[in-house]
């Protein structure tokens, strides 16, 4: 039971289940059904990220928080002259998520962590992923 939930909302729910994390080949297959057009490396790499935020234990990284990143990422980049761009750079893809989930998280700290976890499986220079922050204004 999530520790945040109000006791209230709690007393209204019947049954509560406890469920575990998927296994990253399982969280593949489920995300990969719902984003088809996700390149296989690039679910992969995602699901690396979240593995590291999670053995980690600060940062919480959902299934939907990466079927909501792969959908932007498989998606597109939408210019300004409203042509759509295929993501194909790591830069791209951490781009991708700050609307994703990187926007909603609790704390910079929680988005300093992800960005490094980011940074660490995509091999991202420090450079690029500053060059990211700032264009993402963050």
Known sequence: TNPDVNEAL???IGVTLQGGDMSPSEEFAAVKARVPGILDDDLEAMIRTATTCRQGGEVGF???MIRDWARRVSA???GADGSIRPIDTDAGILRAAFPAFLTRMRSSDDVTVAVEAIQRVTALSSTECDEVR???GV
């Open 10 to 12: 709690l007393d209204r």
């Open 62 to 64: 959902s299934t939907r």
């Open 76 to 78: 597109g980049d939408i």
């Open 134 to 136: 700032k264009t993402m």
